[in-house]
């Protein structure tokens, strides 16, 4: 990986390296019992599907099963919390999202520290929060929109799954960048979101593409474009935002497997290989892009570095909108 750039498939790192690393695990005696992969919110979500896609096939290669346990609430900072506390031993993991990085941009005085307290594994998949709207509104591309933002200041809205969140950030993000300002109408979840733009109680919304994918594909709701550096292969009709007239915008919502810091790197390094051997299967591809997730796979170290660099893009993102935090 180079820069911010994440990568798009899963690259051939496995082969004869990561043979070798698992027998020299293996030989060592990991895992010795169940492992559990904490999940930070409802079964459902993007962590959820990633966790819920890989467990079953990893649980064969490593010899013992992985439950997959969902402890949902405070932003997935609850699971979190429990997976930085836990023994670093790699019986317990955690599958997180973007939220992860964004948490640490508005809540400084968290009970872990969300990069240093976490030895990452791997980038399982990213998916781009998508810009859609209501099919009345009289815009068919991005530019159409910050066209029309301009010329009605404020006026109109747009739906997101709450505030503080990535949804809400990208929106924040784009506004900044392209010199714009529409109103928030945060719902507690894409489940609320979504009807309400197919209603009209909202002009547009700002939703991951897994959340809305299904709502795109019938034409209830309009895509205009989503929110990453390349287009989705879940979706890749869908022009980019930096290809649509903001260069340099990019702002994607992805998911990661990471494990309590202090976990042995022989331990990592193997669950990276398994997590790898697992992402290049079709069957596991194939269901992830059903959901609007694109596969990933990084090294550990790529994976640290881009969380490392998200939480940095988060952070300044807030502090430049002027969004209170806590503390504040």
């Not at 498939?9 to 695990?25: P, Q, R, S």
């Not at 010329?151 to 969140?165: E, F, I, M």
Request: proline share 8%.
């Amino acid at each position: 990986m180079s820069g911010r750039a994440v990568p798009g498939v899963v690259c051939a790192l496995f082969g004869f390296w990561g043979a070798a690393t698992l027998m020299n695990v293996h030989a060592a005696g990991y895992p010795t019992k169940p492992i559990r992969m904490l999940v930070g919110f409802p079964v459902g979500g993007g962590a959820d599907v990633a966790a819920r896609a890989l467990a079953p096939r990893m649980s064969e290669s490593l010899g013992q099963q992985i439950i997959v346990d969902n402890r949902p609430g405070a932003g997935s900072s609850i699971a979190s919390e429990i997976a930085a506390k836990a023994p670093p031993d790699g019986h317990t993991l955690v599958s997180i999202g973007s939220s992860h990085a964004v948490n640490a941009a508005f809540y400084p005085k968290l009970p872990y520290k969300p990069a240093a307290d976490f030895s990452s594994i791997v980038l399982v998949s990213t998916a781009p929060v998508t810009i859609t709207v209501n099919p009345a509104v009289p815009v068919k591309t991005l530019k159409d929109l910050i066209a029309l933002a301009k010329a009605r200041p404020g006026q109109l809205n747009y739906g997101s799954a709450g505030v503080n969140g990535i949804n809400h950030l990208a929106a924040e993000l784009l506004q900044n960048t392209a010199g714009f300002k529409i109103t928030l109408v945060p719902y507690k979840g894409v489940a609320q979101a979504v009807p309400a733009i197919m209603a009209g109680e909202v002009q547009l919304m700002f939703a991951s593409l897994p959340g809305s994918i299904d709502q795109i594909r019938t034409g209830r709701i309009r895509a205009i474009a989503v929110t990453s550096a390349k287009r989705s292969a879940s979706a890749p009709d869908i022009p980019t935002v930096a290809e649509s007239g903001v260069p340099g915008y990019e702002a994607s919502s992805w998911f990661a497997f990471l494990a309590p810091a202090g976990t042995p790197r022989s331990v990592v390094t193997q669950l990276n290989a398994v997590a790898l051997k697992t992402l290049q299967t079709k069957e596991v591809r194939d269901l992830l892009l059903r959901q609007g997730m694109d596969p990933a796979g990084s090294t550990p170290a790529e994976a640290d570095e881009y969380l490392r660099s998200e939480i940095a893009k988060w952070t300044r993102v807030v502090k430049e909108a002027g969004i209170k935090t806590e503390g504040n």
